[in-house]
Structure formats: structure tokens, C-alpha cells
Nanobody, 119 residues
Framework: QLQASGGGLVQAGGSLRLSCEAS????????IGWFRQAPGKEREGVSC?????????YYADSVKGRFTISSDNAKNTVYLQMNSLKPEDTAVYYC?????????????WGQGTLVTVSS
């Protein structure tokens, strides 16, 4: 099970930290990814972390340098720190659990958390 939280309304330039709390599987062997879907747009991969070795991946060029993914294995939780938010970051953000980042989108999807960035 995945429980995403931390979304909300923030002004442009602000920050939010999303959390994805996992249960029911071996967290240390998993990969957790973040995806987002803006209204009227296709789903987009944002970032992923491999909990077995700590490797991180950032898929969307628009978030590089602004978003940071991290993991607290003791809490079975992955975070997405989002800084310098822009209105175009407005979307529903989903966390996904898989066995590896290369195929994380094929894994288990949690419910989304809505991020709204006002201009």
C-alpha cells in the first residue's frame, strides 16, 4: 500500500514536500517513483529512487535542480522536495512502487495528491 500526502496550494516560488509512505512489501528492495498528471495532459514521470542502492533519477527536465527525491528506509517513506514551484507544476502527483526504476511505472500505484501552484 502507498499513501501519498503533502499536496496543497502554494504560490509560485514556494515549496512543498510530498511524502509517500509504503507498507506491505519489502521497502529496502523496492524502487519508488513519482509521476504527475496535469489537467488535460499526459502523465509524466518526475523522479525515482532505488531504495536498494540509493540511486536517484530525474525524468522531467523541467524539475531538475528544483525537485529532490529522498528516502527514509527506517520510516518506509519516500519524499519529493519541490522548490521554486511554478504554475506548470500544478498536477496530481502519484507515487508508484516497483522493483526497479527502469520499470517502476509497471508497479503498484498509490492514490494521488494534488499540488496547485498559483501565479
Amino acid at each position: 500500500q502507498l499513501q501519498a500526502s503533502g499536496g496543497g496550494l502554494v504560490q509560485a516560488g514556494g515549496s512543498l514536500r510530498l511524502s509517500c509512505e509504503a507498507s506491505g512489501f519489502t521497502f529496502d528492495d523496492s524502487a519508488i517513483g513519482w509521476f504527475r498528471q496535469a489537467p488535460g495532459k499526459e502523465r509524466e514521470g518526475v523522479s525515482c529512487i532505488s531504495n536498494s542502492d540509493g540511486r536517484t533519477y530525474y525524468y522531467a527536465d523541467s524539475v531538475k535542480g528544483r525537485f529532490t527525491i529522498s528516502s527514509d528506509n527506517a520510516k518506509n517513506t519516500v519524499y519529493l522536495q519541490m522548490n521554486s514551484l511554478k504554475p506548470e507544476d500544478t498536477a496530481v502527483y502519484y507515487c508508484v512502487a516497483g522493483t526497479m526504476c527502469e520499470a517502476v511505472s509497471l508497479g503498484y500505484w498509490g492514490q494521488g495528491t494534488l499540488v496547485t501552484v498559483s501565479s
